[in-house]
Structures are given as structure tokens and as C-alpha cells.
């Protein structure tokens, strides 16, 4: 899976990267080394105008967790911040987003823990790994719109953007830190990833790929990102890597 991951490239930079034509300055989100579900991110998405039926891409902010549109609340959001790639046309909370709303979240890198076992009076612990390409990752996602029908339609929180990302097995060394990773889109297939127009789930199927084909850079860093709360540079510093799993290992 994808439970944590680094966003730290400014909108500003993103607008041009991506050929974003749409996008609030104000609504750009600082840097985050630590993101964590539930938190807003940053997404780029194509979106048909409904009047003039001209197709604008967009750099938006939504919430990491998907809320289908059918839910009747929004409590199970932590629970769909990814989906699997192998059955996201067939699951109801993604099938209608896999076919009309898809997006694509910039990220650093991301995170993923291993098990370390008690050893000469240490207690067992999690150690941390960030795995990036070392370029932005245009990770796979989708997005979706959820209505609360509690509040008047105008009301600033009637509506909730929310978004999931795409993961499917891990290969090379980053199968060794964990069995799935997140899909990515690559440049030259962004434009058809968004496409609205496109629902086809073969003709979307072949346009993901694994990062770096599976062989991720990877490096163990400080047990401080294990709290949500900790947050800056410094958790991307090296650390004592206990499993041999770092590149420099």
C-alpha cells in the first residue's frame, strides 16, 4: 500500500510541469514531508465544463481518502486511500471513478515500514524506508465528488473532494520492503490518463506503470516520521538501516 508520502514540489512549478491552466494560487498547500490520509493534497485533473463543454486541466485540492458518492457519510475515508489496481474497475467504490474521474498526485516518494525484531535488549520496532525516483512521481489516482445531504447545496462544506491512489505489486527492491507500491503515469501518457473522454478500462490499463519498473531508490530514515505530527527536511535525513535494505546497504 501507499500510507504516507512526501509532496514538497510548489504548485507554482507543478502549473507549468503539467500544463495546468486552472488553479487558485491561494489554495496552494505548504510542503509536507510527513502526508498522512486524511490530509488535503495536491491533484491535477482534467474537468469538462458543463456549459460550454471545453475540457480545462486543474490543480486542485482535495482530501487523501476516497468518499464514494453514494456513501452516506464520510467515516470510511481512511479506509479508501488506496485501490488496487488489479480489481479497480470491478470494486462499487471505484469502478465509476476509474471511468470518468482520474488524477494524478505529484509526490516525492513514499514511505513503508518493516518490522524489526527485538534484539540484545532493544525492543522491536518499525523502521521506516522512503523509496522516490528521484524526480517528481506522478502517482495514479482518482478522484471523486461527495454530496452531504445534511447541508443546504450552497453551503461552503456541502461538498467533499476526495481522492484515492492506485497500487499494484511490488517488484525489485521495493518488493523487498513491502508487496505493494504505488502506479504511476508517465509523462508521455499523462494527457490520455486524464482525458475524461477516455473510460475504456483496457484502453486505461496499459497507460500506468510501476516506478522506475520497480527498482525504486530506497533508503532507511529516522523513526521520527512514524508520528503524523513530526514534520520538515530532517525526516528524509539517513539513518542506520538494521535490514540491509538501503541502496547504500
Same mark, same amino acid.
Given at each position: 500500500?501507499? $500510507?504516507?508520502?512526501?509532496?514538497?514540489t510548489?504548485?507554482?512549478?507543478?502549473?507549468?510541469?503539467l500544463?495546468v491552466t486552472? @488553479?487558485?494560487?491561494?489554495?496552494?498547500?505548504?510542503?509536507?514531508?510527513?502526508?498522512?490520509?486524511?490530509?488535503p493534497?495536491?491533484?491535477?485533473?482534467?474537468?469538462?465544463?458543463?456549459?460550454?463543454?471545453?475540457?480545462?486541466r486543474q490543480?486542485r485540492?482535495l482530501?487523501?481518502?476516497?468518499?464514494p458518492?453514494?456513501?452516506?457519510d &464520510?467515516?470510511?475515508a481512511?479506509?479508501?486511500i488506496?485501490?488496487?489496481s488489479?480489481t479497480?474497475?470491478?470494486?462499487?467504490?471505484f469502478r465509476?471513478?476509474?471511468a470518468?474521474?482520474?488524477?494524478?498526485?505529484?509526490?516525492?516518494?513514499?514511505?513503508?515500514?518493516?518490522?524489526?525484531?527485538?534484539?540484545?535488549?532493544?525492543k522491536a520496532?518499525k523502521q521506516?524506508?522512503?523509496?522516490?525516483t $528521484?524526480g517528481?512521481?506522478?502517482?495514479? $489516482?482518482?478522484?471523486?465528488?461527495?454530496r452531504?445531504?445534511?447541508?443546504p447545496?450552497?453551503?461552503? =462544506?456541502? @461538498?467533499?473532494a476526495?481522492?484515492?491512489?492506485?497500487t499494484? !505489486?511490488?517488484?525489485?527492491?521495493a $518488493?523487498?520492503?513491502?508487496? &505493494?507500491?504505488?502506479?504511476?503515469?508517465?509523462?508521455?501518457?499523462?494527457d490520455?490518463?486524464?482525458?475524461?473522454?477516455r473510460?475504456?478500462? !483496457?484502453?486505461?490499463r496499459?497507460?500506468?506503470?510501476?516506478?522506475a519498473?520497480?527498482?525504486l531508490r530506497?533508503r =532507511?530514515?529516522?523513526?521520527?516520521?512514524?508520528?503524523? =505530527?513530526?514534520?520538515g527536511p530532517?525526516?528524509?535525513?539517513?539513518?542506520?538501516?538494521?535490514?540491509?535494505?538501503?541502496d547504500? =546497504?
Amino acid at each position: 500500500m501507499c $500510507g504516507r508520502f512526501v509532496s514538497t514540489t510548489p504548485p507554482a512549478d507543478l502549473v507549468p510541469l503539467l500544463g495546468v491552466t486552472d @488553479w487558485d494560487p491561494t489554495e496552494a498547500l505548504a510542503p509536507n514531508w510527513n502526508v498522512a490520509p486524511t490530509a488535503p493534497i495536491t491533484a491535477v485533473l482534467d474537468r469538462v465544463d458543463a456549459d460550454t463543454g471545453e475540457v480545462s486541466r486543474q490543480l486542485r485540492v482535495l482530501r487523501w481518502g476516497l468518499v464514494p458518492s453514494w456513501a452516506k457519510d &464520510r467515516s470510511g475515508a481512511a479506509r479508501l486511500i488506496n485501490a488496487r489496481s488489479e480489481t479497480v474497475d470491478q470494486k462499487p467504490s471505484f469502478r465509476r471513478a476509474f471511468a470518468k474521474r482520474r488524477c494524478v498526485i505529484p509526490a516525492d516518494g513514499y514511505y513503508e515500514w518493516r518490522p524489526v525484531p527485538a534484539a540484545d535488549g532493544r525492543k522491536a520496532y518499525k523502521q521506516p524506508y522512503f523509496l522516490s525516483t $528521484g524526480g517528481v512521481m506522478l502517482m495514479a $489516482g482518482l478522484y471523486e465528488f461527495w454530496r452531504d445531504a445534511t447541508l443546504p447545496e450552497d453551503h461552503p =462544506a456541502a @461538498w467533499l473532494a476526495t481522492a484515492t491512489i492506485l497500487t499494484t !505489486d511490488a517488484t525489485d527492491r521495493a $518488493g523487498r520492503v513491502h508487496d &505493494r507500491m504505488p502506479l504511476l503515469v508517465p509523462p508521455a501518457a499523462l494527457d490520455d490518463w486524464l482525458d475524461p473522454a477516455r473510460t475504456h478500462r !483496457d484502453d486505461l490499463r496499459h497507460l500506468l506503470e510501476r516506478p522506475a519498473d520497480g527498482d525504486l531508490r530506497v533508503r =532507511a530514515v529516522p523513526t521520527t516520521v512514524n508520528r503524523v =505530527a513530526d514534520n520538515g527536511p530532517e525526516l528524509l535525513a539517513d539513518a542506520p538501516d538494521p535490514l540491509g535494505l538501503s541502496d547504500q =546497504a
